[in-house]
């Protein structure tokens, strides 16, 4: 099985079953959802779903703590390249076998300002990220996105969607739900809510509205749950 770690906001951390660790949206240090430092995290893999600082606040740094491959768009895997960070580019709709499973980006209609260092040459569309992991399980990480017709495309093809739900700048509840419509998946952790008051939500009224839809996990900063 694989054991998922939530760090808050939007960041997870991964261990697959062949051992691959991967981290999702690297964001710990001014996160005020988590007090884990970016020194306690171990990667193999770090996924970034776009350049907002709320998703790589922490990507240097741990990519010089790890050494890990950076999977992303093209635009920010040729930014950490030129860093000289291991990365492996790819883009919306496109799909790359790993040790660990098949990484496909899909559509996740958001900002797209690089906020790195220099980052301003290397703005890119943002992404969700639907991993298909060799053990079997199939798993979705939406990004911070709004709710787009696309979604039905992944209908039976996600176990497990990360979906954001704090509103104003992603999905709120309400169209996370109908997400849930669209998707089917057996189980929903909802994300990307009350790290700050602009985005604080009613997790429980949400969890009430997708009813016998899915299964809701309702994951606390540093818990952790496999699947």
Not at 127 to 135: H, P, Y
Not at 151 to 161: E, I, P, R
């Amino acid at each position: 099985m694989a054991k998922l770690t939530f760090h808050g906001h939007a960041t997870c951390s991964i261990e697959a079953d062949d051992g691959s660790k991967l981290v999702i949206d690297p964001y710990f240090s001014d996160n005020p959802a988590t007090k884990l430092a970016v020194e306690d995290v171990e990667a193999d893999f770090i996924l970034v779903t776009h350049g907002h600082a709320d998703h790589v606040a922490d990507l240097i740094p741990l990519a010089e703590k790890t050494n890990a491959t950076v999977i992303s768009t093209f635009e920010i895997a040729a930014y950490m390249e030129s860093k000289g960070f291991p990365a492996s580019p790819q883009h919306i709709g496109g799909g790359v076998q790993f040790p660990f499973g098949y990484v496909k980006l899909t559509n996740s209609p958001h900002g797209g300002i690089v906020q790195l260092p220099g980052g301003e040459a290397f703005t890119s569309v943002s992404a969700g990220v639907l991993i298909n992991f060799a053990s079997g399980q199939r798993f979705y990480h939406a990004g911070d996105t709004g709710l787009t017709m696309d979604m039905q495309l992944l209908k039976g093809k996600v176990d497990v969607a990360m979906l954001p739900i704090g509103d104003r700048f992603t999905m709120g509840p309400e169209d996370a739900v109908r997400a849930v419509e669209f998707i089917e998946p057996e189980v929903v952790i909802p994300m990307h809510y009350d790290t700050w008051p602009l985005i604080v939500q009613d997790v429980g009224a949400f969890k009430a509205a997708v009813g016998d839809r899915a299964r809701v996990e309702i994951m606390m900063p540093g818990d952790v749950w496999e699947f």
